[in-house]
């Protein structure tokens, strides 16, 4: 058991800011579920450009205050680490949605919504484990929300492979089939994003137990 009041010092800030990336990343996966439920309306763009501002503040917010803030217990490159790998949850979310509003007609009946699921859960997963840490957590805990993150991953794994199974093989539209792919690719490396989070976390917790 450790506690991040020691290894922030007076990190409260830190606690909040962290929190908040987090946040944002979640916000991102929220509104890519609502655009595949409205079939790539380009208005909704607005939400995860907003998500993708806020996070990009957040981080700059964070650096500014690795440099006002003498860190001791902790080495400042943990801090920003998890800071970056925050930030490129929301920046590939954007990535999707752009590209998929332009081809959303072309990809009809195409099932992004269970992969869509699969990246909520994933970040629902970072914003436990990033608000877990102002608690101060067990190794045990840890461990179980980063195989619950894993887990997540490796389901997204599976469903991408599927594709290549069934849809591809039975398809006359090659072009079709090439933005699917990416499509899919890019929700998997969201999730992926995710992932990476928590072995920052992970690490941290593991460094300072």
Do not use: W
């Not at 007076?10 to 990343?25: I, N, P, Q, V």
């Not at 069934?166 to 090439?178: A, E, K, Q, V």
């Amino acid at each position: 058991m450790f506690s991040l009041q020691t290894m922030f010092g007076k990190g409260d800030r830190f606690y909040t800011l962290l929190e908040s990336s987090a946040g944002a990343a979640r916000d991102g996966a929220k509104a890519l579920q609502g655009l595949l439920e409205a079939h790539g309306e380009p208005m909704l763009l607005d939400s995860f450009r907003a998500a993708r501002r806020r996070e990009k503040e957040l981080a700059a917010q964070i650096s500014e205050a690795l440099v006002n803030t003498f860190v001791t217990a902790l080495d400042r490159e943990d801090i920003e680490a998890m800071s970056s790998a925050l930030y490129r949850i929301p920046k590939t979310i954007e990535k999707f949605a752009e590209r998929y509003v332009i081809v959303a007609k072309r990809v009809e009946g195409i099932d992004f919504a269970s992969r869509g699921g699969l990246l909520m859960a994933a970040t629902d997963g970072v914003a436990e484990m990033v608000s877990e840490l102002r608690n101060g957590m067990s190794i045990g805990r840890m461990r179980k929300l980063q195989d619950r993150l894993q887990a997540t991953e490796s389901e997204a794994d599976r469903l991408l492979l599927e594709p290549y199974r069934t849809l591809y093989l039975g398809s006359d539209d090659p072009i079709r089939m090439m933005l699917v792919k990416d499509l899919f690719e890019l929700l998997e490396k969201a999730i992926d994003r995710c992932r990476d989070v928590g072995n920052v976390i992970y690490s941290i917790v593991l460094k300072n137990s």
